[in-house]
């Protein structure tokens, strides 16, 4: 019993959040994209892709922050890939997403031999530190837990009701959500499908990047070879179980979230069971989690539909 | 009636699907190479050591058969779920289990050959095949949509893989490496080709292409899947039922990822290792769609996979490129293939103006 | 002249839907647009609001040219269209469908109070009544379109385009519209009005422009011209606009359903307690809004979906347990309501969709293979006999005419043999010629003594055929009337919901 206290501590917590920040971003990243209407299974790749970019940036600049800055510009032309795809072409929107999935596999790869000449891992590049918030740092149990993460950890968490306003309380979002809902309606008083499909991927593609560069730059401070491991995957099943809502996808990311700190803190702590069943359990939440969810969450209704004019 | 007249069909429409088929590869390719000169690598030499490795020698060449049954196998477990209406992206981790169940029928089990190899095999293609099932069920049952479960379940059997075979794990060998015991000789696919690795997997690769091509387009059950893919609610109102030919047919297209696996262990390493397979679950994805989901094409494009796979280790040796090109090679073949529907209205509307030319 | 549409021509992939179309409309007149399925109509309007670009050809509004690049700019000229399948996002409410695309702001938000007053402000001048919060999802039809005309009017709808504005709405429903089109001429709106119903045209036009195959074939004041003259212009040659039916004596009671009461999908109460009979050699209709329940019942019946409680008996035999293929085997057959959706696999070649249901029958299933020889023998079969045009059994669904589909489909399911054909809305979207092959079709059936079940939105179409004729509102039965018995009126307020007491 020993061990286990040593895992349920309040560094469990603080661990949580910021094992739900790379899961929260593309949750959040998908809820854009898909309440415009593009099915967005690319999260994965786009977070892989930006990922590498950061570091790449990082690298060339000493600076984390260009770092970011690529990670950005790489998600948004990569979210640009399966917009084009899905919108214009009026592709399959499962199998291109799953083509950037496999091109995010391979590209940093290829450019990792490339720029580094190495297989696997990027060498260690400059990191984005946490910052410590004056007051809410020194509150108790609050403090540890929030007062000191990294400033992505904090963008991911504002992003929640800054999304929740853009999406709900804007003409934008209304709009936004009408071309996902019933983008014939939408065309017909003059809002155009294609734009808002484009931004609702773009913004996407943000918010991926953003996952992916706190990964690669922040969280550690190095590319690994297919290091996001599913997240973009889980990012999607906490969008489907928080509703295709910020507020929803939160709370089912810090649910994840506590799942990934919780098995990181038991192999930490020794407990008397095998690492690599610890490691499963948030890919076995996730299903699970999914199985809960389904049958009270709705998806927009033209979500994977390709919108063809008359 | 409307339009009756512009109603035509050509015997030229056939040629559309191979047609697709070498755009597919044409387009990958050319893509390919800007993607070689954009990053200042000569795509002729990157290619020519490609194709040096995939063909220059007898070992070369066997090497690259060797690729193509696992990536048939796999091609064929996608394109069967694809048949039915369902991403199968979980051919990773059931070429994995398979490999699994297969290794420990094969070591741990003393049989005479007749029926220890085929055991093997069935074990494999068992133990992928309920590994599908899940998202299948999953899929009839709760509505969740294949792709992530599939994904998921990837990396559980990973864990379980590595699990297997670490140190104190229940598959583990007695020496160093984190691998399973060797395959007993009864459980072994023979070699067939004199100085190379090739075994006899690759008949038994074809002839399950030929099998699937039966299933799917000779049996009830594979017309009842057919219907169920094309449209659930037209086989529904016909009295099929759909979440039933889901779950045959997650099992289905598992236990043929399950079979790429066990011909895998028992046919080239003759053990377990957790990553014995370099990815050609993924593969398989591309193989399917590029084959357009019919077994013929699954086996032509297997082959150009394949070729890539095994010429691209040349390639990494001689001209310092990563063999992770063929990873960007296949997420542009999926590009292509995922414009078909979009693609394929507009090759007929070609192909009938075509001939009307020609008939006049 | 308000409105000139010159030599408008649109083509698609190996059809040419509009064949150089000039379209004149003046100031202040109701003018009726006539054409069967397939015409070429809602694609002259899409032309019109905006939605598609002519490939050839011009638009003049007050003698000016205009171009429409999307819909915004047909609206800046005044042209509103209430299109046949509503422009609205379901699960929006009134107010925001209403805004959406010209919303009022108040900072970076939307204004949500302002929004809600412009609505009921409109809906005030205009005296038709909304509920600015109600979810679009949750309110009926005929309040759906009336949304749909309003938004159009707070645009600065001049023109207003009503596209086959009629085909969901009860008879009442009908003459409110009615009532709405009077008074916005009177307001001083143009109004154009698609329609395939020649009743409809004589009823509220003024003038009328008759197109054929995107063809304009006539342009005629209504006044000056009878309905069977507009139906030979419309179909091109002369037309029975009677069904020709016998009497027909019904027999043994061949259906038998008793207090049959189901669920939706959300777990609403669709179905009330539902009980009737059909008999052999006897079409039933069920007359109602669609929404009342139609489809749970076909889907109950049929097996697709589970009943709450109560009985289904066909020919003595209690099949209220079986799952589709059982009651399929016990001699159910059924035409489906959305053909494309349900009724065939479109990229199924017609062989494979002849097969639908047969294949695990003799001579086809052959152990688990199938028999495509004999699949084939049977495909050339069915096309002979229903005249199902095409050019081979291997040739996929998705290329037939939609008439040809209904037929094959029909093939298919006379073909089992049935006790009961369950037919809903079985000539929705077709052609005259289409609708009379499929009308006599059913006919012919009911005089083999065989039984049908026939559920349709279109009240001609359950007048014309029923024996016997029930009217369904919100999942229960509210009338029953032999044929001949009944006036359009009388269903029509059944429909609508009043109770047979209060009429």
């Known amino acids: 019993m020993e061990v286990w206290s040593n895992v349920f501590s309040l560094a469990l917590f603080t661990a949580t959040i910021r094992s739900a920040t790379p899961i929260l971003f593309p949750a959040l990243a998908g809820i854009f994209s898909e309440r415009s209407g593009v099915l967005n299974i690319a999260l994965e790749g786009i977070m892989l892709i930006s990922a590498f970019a950061a570091v790449v940036g990082s690298y060339y600049t000493n600076n984390a922050w260009l770092g970011v800055l690529c990670a950005v510009i790489a998600g948004v032309l990569t979210s640009l890939i399966h917009a084009f795809m899905c919108i214009n072409l009026r592709a399959d929107q499962a199998i291109v997403g799953t083509g950037i999935n496999i091109l995010g596999a391979g590209l940093p790869s290829f450019l990792l031999l490339k720029l580094f000449g190495s297989q696997g891992i990027s060498p260690i590049v400059e990191r984005i530190h946490e910052w410590r918030i004056p007051i809410l740092a020194d509150i108790p149990v609050i403090g540890p837990i929030l007062g000191e993460q990294s400033p992505l950890v904090y ?21 936004l959500r009408s071309v996902g809902e019933n983008p014939h309606a939408s065309e017909t008083v003059g809002v155009s499908v294609f734009r808002f499909r484009y931004l609702g991927v773009i913004i996407s593609g943000v918010l991926a990047a953003l996952g992916g560069a706190f990964l690669s730059v922040s969280y550690l401070a190095q590319f690994v070879k297919l290091m996001t491991a599913g997240r973009g995957f889980i990012g999607l099943a906490a969008m489907i179980f928080g509703r295709w809502n910020p507020w929803g996808a939160l709370f089912a990311c810090l649910l994840f979230g506590f799942a990934d700190a919780l098995q990181a803190a038991a192999q930490a702590s020794n407990v008397p069971i095998a690492p690599q069943f610890l490691r499963m359990l948030p890919y076995v939440l996730t299903i699970i989690a999914l199985v809960g969810a389904m049958g009270r969450a709705n998806p927009p209704a033209f979500v994977a539909k390709p919108y063809e004019k008359a | 009636m409307e339009n009756e007249k512009n109603r035509k069909t050509s015997p030229l429409l056939a040629l559309i ?60 477990a996608v394109a069967l779920g694809f048949r039915c209406g369902l991403f199968n992206m979980g051919v990773e981790g059931q070429i994995v289990l398979g490999g699994m169940a297969a290794a420990y029928v094969g070591y741990a089990w003393e049989l005479p050959l007749l029926i220890h190899l085929p055991l093997a095999l069935l074990a494999g ?14 899929k009839a049952k709760h509505r969740i949509h294949e792709v ?29 490496l984190p691998v399973s015991p060797d395959v007993l000789p009864t459980a072994q696919l023979a070699r067939i080709w004199e100085g190379t690795r090739l075994s006899g997997g690759i008949f038994i690769a074809l002839i399950f292409a030929v099998l699937v091509w039966v299933f799917l387009f000779k049996t009830r059950l594979g017309y009842k899947m057919r219907a169920v893919g094309l449209n659930s609610s037209a086989a529904e109102f016909a009295g099929i039922k759909p979440g039933r030919m889901m779950v045959w047919a ?42 357009l989901n019919h077994p013929v094409g699954v086996v032509a494009s297997a082959f150009l996979f394949g070729v890539l796979r095994s010429g691209s280790i040349t390639m990494q040796a001689i001209a310092q490129i990563s063999k992770d090109i063929v990873l960007i090679l296949s997420a542009l ?20 103006r075509l001939d009307t030319r020609r008939a006049k | 002249m308000y409105l000139e549409m010159k030599n408008i021509v649109r083509r698609f992939p190996g059809v040419l839907a509009n064949d150089h179309i000039c379209l004149e409309i003046e100031k202040g007149e109701i003018h009726g647009l006539l054409g069967e399925n397939g015409a070429g109509k809602t694609t002259l309007m899409n032309v019109l609001c905006g939605l598609a670009r002519p490939d050839e050809g011009e638009i003049l509004i007050d003698g000016m040219k205009v171009e429409f690049g999307n819909c915004l700019d047909a609206i800046k000229c005044g042209i509103g269209m209430v299109h046949q399948h509503f422009m609205l996002v379901p699960v929006f409410t009134v107010t925001e469908n209403f805004i959406l695309g010209n919303e009022p702001r108040k900072g970076a938000r939307i204004d949500t109070a302002r929004a809600r007053e412009m609505v009921l402000e409109l809906s005030e001048k205009h005296g038709l009544k909304v509920d600015p919060d109600a979810l679009i999802k949750d309110i009926s039809v005929g309040m759906q379109q009336r949304v749909e005309i309003l938004k159009a009017l707070s645009r600065g709808a001049e023109l207003m385009i009503l596209d086959e504005p009629t085909a969901v709405l009860t008879p009442q429903e009908v003459e409110d519209l009615y009532r709405i089109m009077r008074s916005l001429q009177e307001a001083g709106h143009t109004i154009i009005f698609i329609t395939h119903k020649l009743q409809e045209i004589k009823e509220i036009t003024d003038r009328v422009t008759v197109l054929r195959d995107g063809r304009v074939v006539g342009i005629v004041r209504t006044k000056d011209v009878e309905q069977v003259e507009l139906a030979r212009m419309m179909v091109g040659r002369d037309v029975v606009l009677r069904v020709e039916k016998d009497q027909h004596a019904p027999g043994e009671v061949m259906m038998s359903v008793k207090d049959l009461r189901a669920n939706d999908s959300r777990g609403l109460t669709k179905l009330k307690d539902i009980t009737f009979d059909v008999r052999a050699g006897e079409i039933v209709g069920i007359a109602g809004v669609a929404g009342n329940g139609q489809e749970e019942l076909v889907e109950v019946l049929t097996g697709l979906r589970k009943q709450e409680s109560g009985s289904i008996t066909l020919d003595m035999q209690d099949i209220s347990q079986l799952n589709p293929r059982e009651r399929m085997y016990a001699g159910l057959a059924h035409i489906p309501q959305d053909r ?46 229903f005249d199902v045009r ?37 000539t929705r979207g077709l052609d005259v010629a289409a609708i009379e092959f499929i009308h006599n079709e059913l006919i012919k059936f009911r005089d083999q003594d065989k039984a049908v079940l026939l559920i349709s939105m279109e009240l001609t179409e359950i007048l014309d055929l029923s024996d016997r004729i029930l009217v369904i509102y919100e999942g229960e039965i509210v009338g029953e009337f032999k044929s001949g018995q009944a006036t359009p009126e009388q269903l029509g307020l059944l429909m609508a919901g009043s109770k047979k007491g209060q009429m």
């Open chain 1, 155 to 175: 963008i991911s968490l504002v992003m929640v009701p800054v999304s929740y306003f853009v999406l709900f309380k804007t003409p934008f979002g209304l709009r």
């Open chain 2, 125 to 138: 293609a068992v133990a992928g095949g309920i590994w599908g099932a899940i998202p299948g069920y999953l």
């Open chain 2, 17 to 76: 699907s191979p047609t697709q088929f070498i755009l597919g590869v044409l387009l990958a390719f050319i893509a390919g190479a800007v993607f070689l000169w954009v990053f200042g690598e000569s795509p002729a030499d990157a290619y020519g050591a490609l194709f040096k490795g995939a063909f220059s020698s007898k070992r070369y060449f066997a090497e690259t058969l060797l690729s193509t049954t696992p990536l048939i196998f796999g091609g064929l």
């Open chain 2, 250 to 291: 997650m099992f289905l297209s598992g236990a043929l990822g399950g079979l790429a696996g066990a011909v895998e262990v028992l046919g080239v390493h003759y053990k377990f290792y957790s990553t014995f397979s370099p990815g050609y679950g993924w593969d398989a994805i591309a193989v399917a769609l590029l084959g």
């Open chain 2, 148 to 176: 992530i479960t599939t994904i998921m379940l990837n990396y559980i059997v990973f864990q379980v893989a590595a699990y297997m075979i670490a140190v104190g794990g229940p598959m583990k060998a007695d020496n160093e």
């Open chain 3, 390 to 426: 095409t050019p081979g059994s291997q040739i996929l669904a998705r290329t037939l005419s939609g008439g040809n589909q209904q037929k094959a489909i029909l093939a298919r399911e006379f073909q089992r043999d049935p006790k009961l054909l369950i037919a809903a809305q079985p």
């Open chain 3, 340 to 385: 494309q959706r349900r009724g065939l696999v479109m990229n199924f070649s017609l062989v494979d969709n002849f097969l639908l249901g047969y294949e695990d029958l003799k001579p086809f299933a052959r152990g688990p293979m199938l028999d495509y020889r004999e699949a084939e023998k049977f495909a050339s079969k069915l096309i002979k006999m």
């Open chain 2, 333 to 352: 073949i999926i590009f292509f293939t995922a414009t078909n529907q979009t693609l394929r209205p507009i090759l007929e509307r070609l192909t009938l």
